[in-house]
């Protein structure tokens, strides 16, 4: 019988079989456990970014109207568990450890990859929790993703950009049409306006499997009154209703297109919805969705932010968020994965009025320190420091009260910032 560290060294061994881009081993396993996924209603995110802040929006708003609520992520910063959340809270280590003694056998001779794994567990769990709503996004793509199983009450497709073009594709058109593969017959997709190459490729898979065509910012408006790196402030319009003044943690302009997505979904359940219920939904994110390291700030004097930006998009968005930040001097402790587009990435990042710390997050996939130092144009603004213990207290012995530190590049560089910082979330 393994124990919960020994189960979690057993689920990670199956990261050696990789990716596998079919839905073959998935429906195997979900035979074997009595297709939990047909147990619950659900939500369906696809996207390169802003589908965890949309999947993170539509949780609370379901968790403040007073459902039971499932939500499915990935990847994880700290915990493992943090993938896995109802009712605001991680599924807990016992579950975790009895499902995967309970189904060892199975998945010995299926030999299916992590993410397969992880997602029959967080579909069984759900199922076992009686969850009335699971908010389900992506891993990779759509069309073949591993969650791409349930028939949701609605599709969502967040913005679209290059990323993981080796299973994707190499073009915007390619890639909308592997994250379209979400769409189901007669199953409203949602999705805000895009470039027309990506929404004609959206459109045309609507039409094909006969879906409703939502586009959530022509029938939803919002303005923000105020914004800084703790949060915003903004005024929300729908056809019926004015919600005025609502506060979430979050921040960001990119962010409307988010929140828009996510009330257009939470309006295919709740065509009028409460005003309180907007109100606490929005607010509440974090402590309903446990939703962590979008400019999040963790501590002041100096200012410590966290930032999984890790493609071009995203890290223009981050540097939008920067321009709120009123600090004296910014240290950035930047990692990225080697897979990723960081030649443009630093080609951004170099140009803020910042000092830049390089570093290597203790993952397979990172990229070396020098490796990205060799596509920066100014060296001069960079340092290097090899792991992440190191550039965490580079930035902050140097960093004064007035200062700011922020940690950026990936979701492993995250991960190991806190870990180097000792900090918990939970």
């Given at each position: 019988m393994m124990n919960y560290k020994k189960s979690l060294e057993y689920l990670y061994s199956f990261e050696k079989f990789g990716i596998k881009y079919n839905l073959e081993n998935i429906t195997r396993i979900l035979n074997s456990l009595g297709n939990p996924q047909r147990n619950f209603k659900s939500f369906h995110?696809?996207?390169?970014?802003?589908?965890?802040?949309?999947?993170?929006?539509?949780?609370?708003?379901?968790?403040?109207s007073g459902h039971n609520t499932g939500l499915y992520t990935s990847p994880h910063i700290l915990d493992f568990r943090e993938r896995?959340?109802?009712?605001?809270?991680?599924?807990?280590?016992?579950?975790?450890?009895?499902?995967?003694?309970?189904?060892?056998?199975?998945?010995?001779?299926?030999?299916?990859?992590?993410?397969?794994?992880?997602?029959?567990?967080?579909?069984?769990?759900?199922?076992?929790?009686?969850?009335?709503?699971?908010?389900?996004?992506?891993?990779?793509?759509?069309?073949?993703?591993?969650?791409?199983?349930?028939?949701?009450?609605?599709?969502?497709?967040?913005?679209i950009s290059y990323d993981h073009m080796q299973y994707l594709g190499d073009t915007l058109e390619k890639i909308a049409s592997e994250k379209a593969g979400i769409i189901k017959k007669n199953i409203p997709v949602i999705h805000t306006k895009m470039k027309k190459n990506i929404s004609d490729v959206i459109s045309e898979k609507a039409g094909e499997m006969k879906a409703e065509e939502i586009i959530s910012?022509?029938?939803?408006?919002?303005?923000?009154?105020?914004?800084?790196?703790?949060?915003?402030?903004?005024?929300?319009f729908t056809k019926e209703n004015s919600f005025r003044n609502i506060s979430t943690p979050l921040t960001g302009s990119y962010n409307k297109s988010n929140f828009a997505n996510a009330l257009a979904a939470f309006i295919q359940v709740y065509p009028r919805p409460d005003a309180k219920i907007i109100r606490n939904g929005f607010k509440n994110v974090i402590s309903n969705?446990?939703?962590?390291?979008?400019?999040?700030?963790?501590?002041?004097?100096?200012?410590?932010?966290?930032?999984?930006?890790?493609?071009?998009?995203a890290i223009t968005n981050?540097?939008?968020?920067?321009?709120?930040?009123?600090?004296?001097?910014?240290?950035?402790?930047?990692?990225?994965?080697?897979?990723?587009?960081?030649?443009?990435?630093?080609?951004?990042?170099?140009?803020?009025?910042?000092?830049?710390?390089?570093?290597?997050?203790?993952?397979?996939?990172?990229?070396?320190?020098?490796?990205?130092?060799?596509?920066?144009?100014?060296?001069?603004?960079?340092?290097?420091?090899?792991?992440?213990?190191?550039?965490?207290?580079?930035?902050?012995?140097?960093?004064?009260?007035?200062?700011?530190?922020?940690?950026?590049?990936?979701?492993?560089?995250i991960s190991d910032f806190l870990k180097a910082i000792n900090f918990k979330y939970f």
């Open positions: 995110i696809a996207g390169t970014n802003g589908k965890g802040t949309v999947a993170a929006m539509i949780n609370s708003l379901l968790a403040e896995i959340i109802t009712g605001g809270k991680v599924i807990s280590r016992q579950y975790v450890t009895k499902f995967l003694n309970e189904y060892k056998p199975l998945f010995d001779k299926i030999k299916p990859t992590f993410f397969e794994i992880t997602t029959s567990l967080a579909f069984k769990y759900f199922s076992d929790k009686k969850v009335e709503f699971a908010v389900i996004e992506t891993g990779l793509g759509g069309r073949l993703d591993s969650t791409n199983v349930i028939v949701p009450e609605a599709s969502i497709i967040t913005g910012d022509k029938i939803i408006k919002i303005e923000i009154k105020k914004s800084s790196h703790r949060g915003m402030t903004f005024d929300l969705s446990g939703f962590h390291g979008r400019f999040e700030t963790i501590s002041k004097k100096p200012a410590v932010i966290l930032d999984v930006a890790h493609n071009p998009d981050l540097i939008n968020n920067l321009k709120s930040l009123n600090c004296r001097k910014l240290y950035i402790v930047f990692g990225m994965m080697k897979d990723k587009d960081y030649e443009k990435c630093i080609s951004m990042i170099e140009k803020l009025d910042a000092e830049i710390i390089l570093t290597h997050p203790a993952y397979e996939r990172a990229a070396m320190p020098q490796e990205l130092l060799a596509k920066a144009k100014n060296k001069n603004k960079f340092v290097i420091r090899y792991e992440v213990r190191e550039a965490a207290e580079y930035a902050l012995a140097k960093a004064r009260k007035s200062d700011a530190v922020l940690a950026a590049g990936s979701f492993f560089l």
